[in-house]
């Protein structure tokens, strides 16, 4: 593509951003699009809050990443235990936690909780408990949803327990196994989920919803999610920080293994990720290893290969990674600061994943 094309599609996608911001949508936003190589264009759009005066957005503040965490953070731990052989894909989540019994779910395996098949719900129906140990006892004794493996549904629950299993078979807490995996990639710093004082001012605000005990306050640099917040801030589902140029460094790791590059220290191999990022033979879902994968009526938009795969996040935010055309898309929002409704918001990405086609 030429020079004039690139400018053309970036300049697109940034219209389509700064009119979200506009209407409301919105206030902060960060994005890039990059290939296995390094970053092609980064930019920022907006300001912190919708307030008069509010600092502006840059490519450098953090955002509350929420269920990107599952793929960024869980999902990687999770690879790098199943490559050093302490998980196994089919091993029966009841070999991990012991309430996890009964003949409907005795059969429930590791790959089905990171397919959203296991029969679990969305979410929990009471008030969220206050400790890990309420947690995985509500979730391990709760009705299923579903016959496992029948269907697959989204469901938060389904990486809180693998948040907890990661912990106990990595010997150590989810943050601090996904650390070492950062630091051994000599990573951007940017990607925590202990966001250190200095920098809470400077990270783009949620708002509480209506049935967390924070309503009323506003978070900046504290998770949004209120079972990530439950549990100290950290969890599998949600809690990880991060920055654009964070995210996108991630991605290249994620982008150069897809396509086939063997120089990424472990557990980013080609084989796992391609493991990872394959589709399911769940009737009817789009969904991979922790990973969602290509729909022309996904958050992807219509135009990119049908190899792609990405996630999205509650507060905004979204990455997606297509190795059939050797792109990246980060685009991180603070959605959650008050903003529009979800549906806007899966018709914002569509349009700014299909501005980029071209870059």
């Not at 996108?248 to 590059?261: E, M, P």
């Not at 979800?342 to 349009?351: E, H, I, K, S």
Request: net charge neutral; glycine share 8%.
């Amino acid at each position: 593509m030429t020079a004039a094309g690139r400018r053309a599609a970036t300049a697109s996608a940034r219209e389509i951003v700064e009119r979200a911001i506009a209407a409301r949508l919105f206030p902060a936003a960060s994005f890039e699009a990059g290939s296995s190589a390094a970053a092609l264009w980064t930019e920022a759009a907006g300001t912190l809050t919708f307030d008069p005066g509010s600092a502006r957005a840059g490519i450098d503040t953090p955002f509350d990443l929420a269920s990107l965490t599952k793929v960024v953070a869980t999902t990687t731990v999770l690879m790098d235990l199943v490559l050093t052989g302490r998980v196994r894909l089919d091993q029966p989540v009841s070999a991990f936690f012991e309430e996890w019994r009964g003949a409907d779910r005795d059969r429930v395996t590791i790959r089905d909780l990171l397919e959203h098949a296991s029969g679990l719900a969305a979410r929990l129906v009471d008030v969220p408990p206050t400790s890990r140990r309420e947690f995985q006892h509500e979730i391990c004794r709760m009705p299923l949803e579903y016959t496992p493996r029948t269907q697959a549904l989204y469901s938060d629950l389904d990486f809180l327990l693998l948040g907890f299993l990661a912990a106990d078979r990595g010997g150590a807490p989810l943050p601090e196994l996904f650390k070492g995996i950062v630091t051994r990639l000599q990573h951007h710093p940017m990607l925590i989920f202990d966001v250190p004082l200095d920098l809470k001012r400077l990270t783009a605000p949620t708002l509480p919803l209506l049935e967390d005990p924070r309503r009323g306050r506003t978070l900046a640099g504290e998770v949004h999610d209120n079972y990530a917040a439950a549990l100290g801030g950290a969890a599998g589902h949600a809690g990880l920080f991060g920055t654009t140029p964070a995210v996108g460094a991630f991605a290249r790791t994620i982008l150069r293994a897809a396509r086939g590059d063997r120089d990424s220290p472990p557990p980013f191999t080609p084989d796992l990720v391609a493991q990872f990022t394959t589709r399911t033979t769940v009737p009817g879902s789009s969904r991979a290893l922790g990973w969602d994968t290509m729909l022309p009526s996904s958050s992807c938009g219509g135009r990119m290969s049908p190899r792609a795969f990405g996630h999205v996040g509650f507060t905004g935010t979204s990455l997606w990674i297509d190795p059939g055309r050797d792109r990246y898309y980060v685009l991180l929002t603070n959605r959650a600061y008050g903003g529009g409704p979800l549906d806007d918001m899966r018709t914002l990405r569509r349009a700014f994943h299909d501005a980029l086609a071209e870059l």
